[in-house]
C-alpha cells in the first residue's frame, strides 16, 4: 500500500536554530498538509498545499514557517528559528482530492532545547 | 467556525465488551466525517469515513453513521479487542478546502 515517509523521525534542535522537515507524498495525490501535535494535545492544522502554492494556513503558520516542493516528489515544512514551544510532532498528508481522506505519515517529533 | 467534540477519555474497556465513542461536530455547509485512529509510537491511520448524511462508514469492525439531525458521528464496535488500544480521533472536512479539523482524541484501553 502506497505510503507518506517522513524524515527524520526524531530531530533535536538548539532554540533559535533552522529546521527542515522533509516528507515524500504518494505519488499520485495533488493535494500536500502539514500538520502538528503538541504532546497529549489536539492535533492542529498548519498548512495546505495545491498547485504549487499555499491554499490555506492556520494562525500557527506564522512567517518562521514555510513549505516547499522543489521537485516532483518532496514537501518540506521549514521552521527558520524554532522556538521551545514548537517542540511537537510535526505530520505530513497527502490525499488525491480534497474531500477524501488523508493518508498521514509516520510523523516527525521535533524536541527544540 | 467549524469544530468537532469528543467525549473524554481515557476509555478502559475488558475484551469483547462494547465500545461507543461520542462525537458531535458543528460546521456549515455539508463536511465529510472521518476517524482516525493512532496506535502508540505511530501516526494516524484513517479508520473509516462518511461523506453525506446517513451515511455508516465501516472498516474492521467499528462503524460509524453521519447523523445530520443530531450532528453526530458515533463511533461504535461490538466487540473489541486488547489490539484496539489506541487514540481516536473524529474529524471533519468542510467542502471547501480539505483542511481536517479535529476532535482531542479519545484515549481506549482494552484490558484482556
Known amino acids: 500500500e502506497p505510503e507518506v515517509t517522513q524524515t527524520p523521525s526524531h530531530q533535536v534542535t538548539q532554540m533559535g536554530q533552522e529546521v527542515i522537515l522533509r516528507c515524500v507524498p504518494i505519488s499520485n495525490h495533488l493535494y500536500f498538509y502539514w500538520y502538528r501535535q503538541i504532546l497529549g494535545q489536539k492535533v492542529e492544522f498548519l498548512v495546505s498545499f495545491y498547485n504549487n502554492e499555499i491554499s490555506e494556513k492556520s494562525e500557527i503558520f506564522d512567517d518562521q514557517f514555510s513549505v516547499e516542493r522543489p521537485d516532483g516528489s518532496n514537501f518540506t515544512l521549514k521552521i527558520r528559528s524554532t522556538k521551545l514551544e514548537d517542540s511537537a510532532m510535526y505530520f505530513c498528508?497527502?490525499?488525491?482530492?480534497?474531500?477524501?481522506?488523508?493518508?498521514f505519515g509516520s510523523g516527525t517529533r521535533l524536541t527544540v532545547v | 467556525g467549524n469544530s468537532v467534540t469528543q467525549m473524554e477519555g481515557p476509555v478502559t474497556l475488558s475484551e469483547e465488551a462494547f465500545l461507543t465513542i461520542n462525537c458531535t461536530y458543528t460546521a456549515t455547509g455539508y463536511p465529510s466525517l472521518f476517524w482516525y485512529v493512532q496506535y502508540p509510537g505511530e501516526g494516524l491511520q484513517l479508520l473509516l469515513k462518511a461523506t453525506k448524511a446517513d451515511d455508516k462508514g465501516s472498516n474492521k469492525g467499528f462503524e460509524a453513521t453521519y447523523r445530520k439531525e443530531t450532528t453526530s458521528f458515533h463511533l461504535e464496535k461490538g466487540s473489541v479487542q486488547v489490539s484496539d488500544s489506541a487514540v481516536y480521533f473524529c474529524?471533519?472536512?468542510?467542502?471547501?478546502?480539505?483542511?481536517?479539523?479535529f476532535g482531542q482524541g479519545t484515549e481506549l484501553s482494552v484490558k484482556p
Open positions: 474529524a471533519l472536512s468542510s467542502n471547501q478546502g480539505g483542511k481536517l479539523i
Open positions: 498528508a497527502s490525499s488525491e482530492t480534497s474531500r477524501d481522506g488523508y493518508t
